[in-house]
């Protein structure tokens, strides 16, 4: 902390805010889920991220409920970066002792939107189509952009093209089906089977998300913003100095304005040697050395014979 204060204190008063402002900018850059969004997607446009959760559950629960809520919390990192009220439903077939719900009755279907996983790789160009045939890549990466080569519950097989929930092999009931992330394969979401109480992940997919200027651009307007901000501030600063003695203005107290401490000095020192030059006969004059007043600072107040009424030397050559 002493050198951090060291390294402030060295750095003019002037750059400060600059340097501060810089390394917000460039903190804030950073300081988030490392995912990539998709590209080529023009503003306004729609698309929706698939991803699988960085923890895990069993599948002994046959609520849906229960695995959208642990998609929603999981989602956390995404959420604080996507538009306010982007939600999360989990891709899961479940049986509750009397019905079962398919997958894709769970999850919302938009036909026309493209779907994405966390580093911005077209999953499958509609979430419709996730149920008729492979993916264009594997879902693979988790919430974090993180890769999960894993087995996921999902409680459905691929048969009518909806995730229809398998019989005796739905969540909640003893053998749930699991898909693998790491494939683009109708395995996918039908990989085989296991134990309800086996740890695996689960599959999230958002609602609707609509596409705004990327963070870089508005990264890079910020930038410029402060930018601008520290010129006008340094503007203002160094109008405060005189245009030829760069003398510090003065400065605003309780009590009044006064110079800064270093310029005082300076300036008591200047008024000491005109004072005692007032007691030295003046070389070009005729009679008692002229009164020097004190100086404005920044101009050129030499005194001249002439300019106190008095005759020059060459009048009288006997000085």
């Known amino acids: 902390m002493r050198n951090i204060r060291r390294i402030v204190a060295a750095i003019p008063r002037a750059w400060r805010f600059c340097v501060v402002a810089f390394a917000t900018v460039m903190f804030a850059g950073t300081a988030k889920a490392v995912v990539i969004p998709p590209a080529g997607l023009t503003p306004g446009s729609q698309y929706q991220i698939l991803f699988v959760t960085a923890d895990t559950?069993?599948?002994?629960?046959?609520?849906?409920?229960?695995?959208?809520?642990?998609?929603?919390?999981?989602?956390?990192?995404?959420?604080?970066?996507?538009?306010?009220?982007?939600?999360?439903?989990?891709?899961?077939?479940?049986?509750?002792?009397?019905?079962?719900?398919?997958?894709?009755?769970?999850?919302?279907?938009?036909?026309?939107?493209?779907?994405?996983?966390?580093?911005?790789?077209?999953?499958?160009?509609?979430?419709?189509?996730?149920?008729a045939g492979p993916l264009s890549t594997a879902v693979l990466y988790n919430q974090n952009g993180t890769e999960v080569d894993s087995q996921v519950w999902t409680g459905s097989d691929v048969r009518g093209g909806t995730g229809m929930a398998t019989t005796g092999n739905a969540l909640g009931q003893s053998d749930p089906t699991y898909g693998d992330s790491n494939t683009a394969t109708m395995a996918w979401i039908d990989a085989g089977t296991a134990s309800a109480d086996s740890e695996y992940h689960v599959y999230g997919l958002s609602s609707p998300i609509t596409v705004v200027p990327e963070p870089a651009t508005i990264a890079q307007l910020g930038s410029g913003l402060l930018a601008l901000a520290g010129a006008v501030f340094l503007r203002r600063y160094w109008a405060r100095f005189d245009s030829r003695k760069r003398w510090p203005a003065l400065m605003h107290t309780p009590t009044g304005f006064r110079l800064p401490a270093q310029v005082a000095r300076r300036r008591r020192a200047t008024l000491g040697l005109i004072a005692r030059s007032q007691s030295l006969p003046?070389?070009?004059?005729?009679?008692?050395?002229?009164?020097?007043?004190?100086?404005?600072?920044?101009?050129?107040?030499?005194?001249?014979?002439?300019?106190?009424?008095?005759?020059?030397?060459?009048?009288n050559p006997g000085l």
């Open 57 to 131: 559950t069993d599948a002994t629960s046959g609520s849906e409920s229960y695995y959208n809520s642990f998609v929603q919390t999981e989602a956390a990192p995404l959420t604080a970066i996507l538009p306010v009220g982007t939600t999360w439903d989990a891709i899961t077939s479940t049986y509750d002792g009397a019905n079962y719900t398919n997958a894709g009755d769970n999850v919302p279907e938009y036909p026309t939107l493209p779907v994405y996983n966390t580093q911005g790789q077209e999953v499958s160009f509609s979430p419709f189509y996730i149920w």
């Open 282 to 315: 003046q070389r070009g004059c005729v009679g008692p050395a002229p009164r020097l007043t004190q100086p404005r600072w920044g101009r050129d107040r030499s005194i001249s014979c002439s300019t106190q009424g008095r005759s020059p030397m060459a009048t």
